[in-house]
């Protein structure tokens, strides 16, 4: 049976169009995917992100825990609040997941991964952490909002103004606890704003406040053609266990500076590097009329590849598109990408394709 989040009736209420999202129930749109689009990259809008799971991680080990789970290397972490984006990888170097972790200190952080891999992340987490101690403590206690858009922070002052001296000076990527509050600079849209985890019990009030202060809703639709614009990879599409990150646009999220480090994935990435031939993760802007969905078939000079997630980019009123690509395809190369049986014409790009309310290529 579907699991709903704290905020259900609240979307109900504002007429959102309901889906099955990973086992959720949750919003698609609230009238035009369109203009919640626009919204977030004019204005201010806000997402119901309640469907991802926070996991409170504590224990003297919990930084070396941390490092070997981790491809990115959370020693890098020493101002309180601060967050590092990550995949969590199999042996083989597969994506599990990918997520965020935010450091409170070397034995305490919070991790945030995606919904629909949630139980599986939680059960690899407490397999490797069976000879750490370290606990794991999963908060479904906690609502999740995101507020993005280049007047998110104004707004969200406007309806909490009591929080404005401890979240206005948070760089990106940075958080602080503000009573029971985690606010975080952190977003999936490729706009300004904040990500905040309230307790549950206080999640309509939270986003009634918000409504007040004229931040729109805006649903599951809007934030995927956002993040696609912005240039960000959705786990189940542009990577999963079948997919590395060095091949997924993800090799900056790799840390091998700490030669002494040894994350659980780090052989067979090295073997992979060894290897080369490294497909690319690229972005693809249609010339031809048309439509770039995920699973096309890509054309190139150098062999096939294919796309991973595409659609429609209001921002650029063109079609976007990832596709893994072979190795030595660049930027400015035009390919084909077969739609409905016909090629048609593509330029490869390197994401993002806009950000900050503004088209980058």
Not at 70 to 87: F, I, R
Not at 290 to 316: N, W
Not at 338 to 343: P, T
Request: hydrophobic share 40%; net charge neutral; proline share 5%.
């Amino acid at each position: 049976m579907p699991q709903r989040t704290p905020l259900y009736d609240a979307h109900l209420a504002a007429g959102a169009k309901i889906v099955d999202f990973a086992g959720w129930e949750m919003p698609i749109h609230y009238g035009s995917q369109l203009e919640e689009h626009h919204q977030v990259r004019r204005d201010a809008g806000m997402f119901d992100v309640s469907h991802m799971l926070a996991i409170d991680l504590a224990g003297c080990d919990a930084q070396g825990y941390l490092r070997r789970l981790l491809a990115n290397d959370v020693a890098k972490l020493t101002q309180p609040g601060k967050a590092l984006y990550s995949c969590m990888l199999k042996e083989d170097g597969g994506v599990i997941d990918d997520l965020i972790v935010y450091f409170f200190s070397p034995t305490r952080y919070r991790i945030v991964v995606n919904a629909g891999t949630a139980t599986k992340d939680v059960a690899w987490m407490q397999a490797q952490a069976a000879n750490a101690n370290v606990g794991l403590t999963p908060r479904r206690d906690l609502a999740m909002i995101a507020i993005q858009g280049p007047r998110a922070r104004e707004k969200f002052w406007l309806a909490f103004p009591d929080s404005r001296a401890v979240s206005e000076p948070l760089g990106v990527f940075q958080a602080t606890e503000w009573n029971d509050w985690l606010i975080a600079r952190t977003g999936y849209t490729g706009e300004d704003g904040f990500e905040i985890s309230v307790p549950a019990t206080q999640a309509i009030g939270v986003w009634q406040k918000l409504l007040d202060a004229g931040v729109k809703p805006a649903g599951l639709g809007a934030r995927d053609t956002l993040r696609l614009e912005a240039g960000m990879n959705l786990y189940g599409q542009d990577m999963d266990e079948t997919q590395n990150p060095l091949e997924s646009g993800l090799a900056w999220t790799v840390d091998f500076k700490d030669t002494n480090r040894d994350f659980i994935g780090k052989s067979a990435l090295v073997a992979r590097q060894q290897q080369g031939h490294l497909r690319q993760l690229l972005g693809l802007v249609l010339i031809d009329r048309g439509i770039l969905r995920a699973h096309q078939k890509v054309v190139t000079p150098l062999g096939e590849g294919e796309t991973t997630s595409g659609s429609f980019a209001p921002t650029l009123n063109q079609s976007i598109a990832f596709a893994r690509l072979p190795a030595g395809v660049q930027p400015g190369d035009e390919v084909q990408v077969a739609i409905r049986d016909k090629l048609l014409r593509a330029k490869v790009v390197k994401p993002p394709f806009a950000r900050n309310g503004k088209p980058l290529i």
